[in-house]
């Protein structure tokens, strides 16, 4: 056989290079749109009704502000967020490490007992059984040699089957989208717990890296890629936005119908069998659990990222990759927690921890051009950030200083 000639071998890392990046868009949405989100929007659907849509709207914003500029400075610098860090203030990137890293983990955990409960109306397994499972089918791919390649097929076809299986419940369930567009931007209810643990949710901790990182570890990096990292990044944006709303008109439609989910131990379940009947409540084990998997793996890829570096051996990433993944089921199955209550609560500690990093990531952009190449950033973009930065900080606070007994 003749051998590969560069044009070839060009196209070969191209179509690589293009597999890595709708791999990371889709992480990013995946890991948006885990089982914490699942469970908070079907909550706060059943506690605001149509009301919810101001909130789901302020996260689309602020997910729009933070991943743009996050994709941008982490691609362009060609470093990981910490790395970009510790070169702006030494120090300062083993603490956002901590953080993210405590944050994954607590998440994690509450991302394996979503891949219990999602076997559990799938199948009728108990969550322990189908959370280990899941978490041990995690491990697999984490083992196997091309790990990355199959980690961005996954997620592309779970994310896909996700949507696909959510768009048609919010069909069946009949949602009032009069009423829900109305209240997006005139809402007659505000609650700033409700935002903060939406956000923290689906952008704060780890998530805000997860589809940065990956697209770092596809080769696309520098000031000569910019564009391409721009267009990705609001591909991914648009992924998670389509899912959120999806699932949310999915579980208007059944609230509005009069359903009371209050009562249920499975509210989703509930929510999704008074869609669609019994096909309803397996399509619901079926969404939780792709859900559930991509984020025990992007929780566990982007968690083991900030404590490698880029020239890191694939198989120690993995191999700490699996260690993440197996600390978070055994804490699952030996601590017994309610799931709902410690997703919950992960998504609040996120969105608290949220502008602590995209401060760094902020500062970069307008004072280190040095660590950009002397790439120009955007000042339309930069702005964008600071006004999600501001959000952010301002969330925070109503949160610390209103609402933190509700968590107690």
Do not use: C
């Not at 191209?14 to 914490?36: D, N």
């Not at 559930?292 to 404590?307: D, E, K, N, P, R």
């Amino acid at each position: 056989m003749s051998e590969p000639t560069t044009s070839q071998e060009g196209t070969s890392r191209g179509a690589v290079t293009r597999s890595a990046l709708l791999g990371a868009m889709f992480l990013m949405a995946t890991s948006a749109i885990g089982p914490g989100f699942i469970t908070q929007t079907t909550q706060f659907t059943a506690q605001l009704g149509a009301a919810f849509a101001f909130a789901i709207l302020v996260s689309i914003l602020v997910d729009v502000a933070i991943q743009m500029n996050v994709w941008r400075v982490v691609g362009v610098s060609g470093m990981r967020a910490h790395t970009l860090a510790n070169r702006v203030a030494p120090g300062a990137g083993w603490l956002l490490t901590a953080l993210v890293v405590v944050g994954g983990l607590v998440f994690n955990v509450g991302n394996v007992a979503g891949a219990g409960l999602g076997l559990d109306a799938m199948l009728g397994l108990s969550a322990p059984v189908g959370g280990a499972i899941s978490a041990a089918l995690a491990v697999a791919i984490f083992l196997i040699r091309r790990a990355g390649a199959a980690l961005d097929r996954i997620v592309v076809v779970l994310g896909v089957l996700m949507i696909g299986l959510t768009g048609y419940v919010a069909v069946v369930s009949g949602p009032p989208v009069g009423e829900a567009l109305r209240q997006t931007v005139l809402p007659d209810r505000v609650d700033w717990l409700v935002i903060t643990t939406l956000i923290g949710g689906t952008v704060g901790g780890y998530i805000t890296y997860a589809g940065a990182h990956r697209m770092l570890d596809s080769g696309l990096s520098g000031p000569e890629n910019a564009g391409r990292v721009a267009r990705s990044s609001v591909q991914g944006i648009l992924v998670t936005a389509v899912m959120r709303v999806l699932l949310f008109l999915a579980i208007l439609g059944v609230v509005a119908g009069g359903v009371d989910l209050a009562g249920s131990a499975n509210p989703t379940a509930t929510a999704f069998g008074a869609a669609a009947g019994e096909i309803g409540v397996r399509l619901f084990g079926l969404i939780l659990w792709a859900a559930a998997i991509t984020s025990v793996i992007g929780a566990a890829y982007t968690s083991v990222s900030f404590l490698t570096a880029k020239d890191t051996a694939p198989r120690t990433v993995n191999l700490l990759t699996v260690g993440f993944i197996v600390v978070s089921t055994a804490v699952f199955l030996l601590a017994g927690a309610a799931p709902v209550t410690l997703l919950i609560f992960a998504g609040a500690f996120n969105g608290l921890i949220l502008p602590i990093g995209f401060t760094i990531l902020l500062w970069v952009a307008w004072r280190r051009r040095d660590l950009l190449g002397g790439y120009r950033y955007p000042r339309w973009l930069l702005g964008i950030g600071v006004a999600g930065w501001l959000v952010t900080l301002f969330i925070g606070y109503q949160f610390v200083a209103e609402n933190v007994g509700k968590l107690l």
